[in-house]
């Protein structure tokens, strides 16, 4: 990371910032982020996701980890299947609700990690990749300091205790392959990155509510 970029991060004091920089760095106006390989950009997979993610992160919700959905011959010619998935760290619990909320009442898989003194939430991890059937990457599962320390290295101290303090919420679609993209237009009713379909319950104003599980697994 270079030293403009590296005072960049260090300077952001607030969830705003941190998402703002998070932003420029998915539409390539920074060129590093912390805990990624410097001079990196989203991998190219995500391209047409960057818009989504972008607008998640102007909206308070800070995304980590993506990946769109997928099914096909890889460059190995093996058969894989993606799953599109999001992980975000949450630190305002309305918006929390409005996320959980969203996601569960569209039927997305959601899984609550936290990393806090008392242990907190640490739902198990959803499958998320698989290569000829076999299991490949999964989103959810524990988290711990180290994962934060290597995560979010060289950030202001207050602002990485509230990160590391915060929730990590994994949304991952049920469906393998390009079916479960419907994931990122939940998203983007969410943030008003879309409007104006009568058709879309994300349409109106009042946020959804979550119902009382918000374990909405489907068997693999």
């Not at 300077?11 to 941190?18: E, N, V």
């Not at 939430?121 to 934060?148: H, K, L, N, W, Y």
């Not at 009713?189 to 009382?212: C, E, I």
């Given at each position: 990371?270079?030293?403009?970029?590296?005072?960049r991060?260090?300077?952001?004091?607030?969830i705003?910032?941190?998402g703002?920089l998070?932003?420029?760095?998915?539409?390539?106006?920074?060129?590093?982020?912390?805990?990624?390989?410097?001079?990196?950009?989203?991998?190219?997979e995500?391209?047409?996701?960057?818009?989504?993610?972008?607008?998640?992160?102007?909206?308070?919700?800070?995304?980590?980890?993506?990946?769109?959905?997928f099914?096909?011959?890889?460059?190995?010619?093996?058969?894989?299947?993606?799953?599109?998935?999001?992980?975000l760290?949450?630190?305002?619990?309305?918006?929390?609700?409005?996320?959980?909320?969203?996601?569960?009442?569209?039927?997305?898989?959601?899984?609550?990690?936290?990393?806090?003194?008392?242990?907190?939430?640490?739902?198990p991890p959803?499958?998320a990749?698989?290569?000829?059937?076999?299991?490949?990457?999964?989103?959810?599962?524990r988290?711990?300091?180290?994962?934060?320390?290597?995560?979010?290295?060289?950030?202001?101290?207050d602002?990485?205790?509230?990160?590391?303090?915060?929730t990590?919420?994994?949304?991952?679609?049920?469906e393998?392959?390009?079916?479960?993209?419907?994931?990122?237009?939940?998203?983007?009713?969410?943030?008003?990155?879309?409007?104006?379909?009568?058709?879309?319950?994300?349409?109106?104003s009042?946020?959804?509510?979550?119902?009382?599980n918000?374990?909405?697994?489907?068997?693999?």
């Amino acid at each position: 990371m270079s030293r403009s970029d590296r005072r960049r991060w260090r300077s952001a004091g607030t969830i705003t910032d941190l998402g703002e920089l998070m932003a420029l760095w998915l539409e390539g106006k920074i060129a590093s982020r912390p805990g990624y390989q410097p001079r990196y950009g989203p991998d190219d997979e995500t391209a047409h996701l960057v818009p989504t993610l972008a607008a998640l992160c102007r909206a308070g919700y800070v995304t980590t980890c993506s990946q769109p959905g997928f099914a096909g011959t890889g460059a190995d010619g093996l058969w894989w299947e993606q799953r599109a998935a999001v992980e975000l760290v949450v630190t305002n619990p309305k918006l929390f609700q409005r996320l959980v909320g969203a996601a569960c009442a569209a039927g997305l898989v959601v899984r609550i990690n936290e990393c806090r003194p008392d242990g907190g939430v640490q739902e198990p991890p959803v499958v998320a990749t698989t290569r000829d059937g076999e299991p490949v990457t999964a989103f959810g599962g524990r988290i711990s300091r180290a994962d934060m320390a290597i995560q979010w290295p060289g950030l202001d101290r207050d602002l990485y205790r509230e990160v590391r303090t915060g929730t990590y919420v994994s949304i991952i679609a049920p469906e393998y392959g390009t079916p479960g993209e419907r994931l990122w237009v939940v998203l983007d009713f969410l943030t008003g990155l879309r409007q104006h379909d009568p058709n879309s319950p994300w349409n109106g104003s009042a946020p959804a509510s979550p119902p009382a599980n918000a374990d909405k697994e489907r068997p693999s």
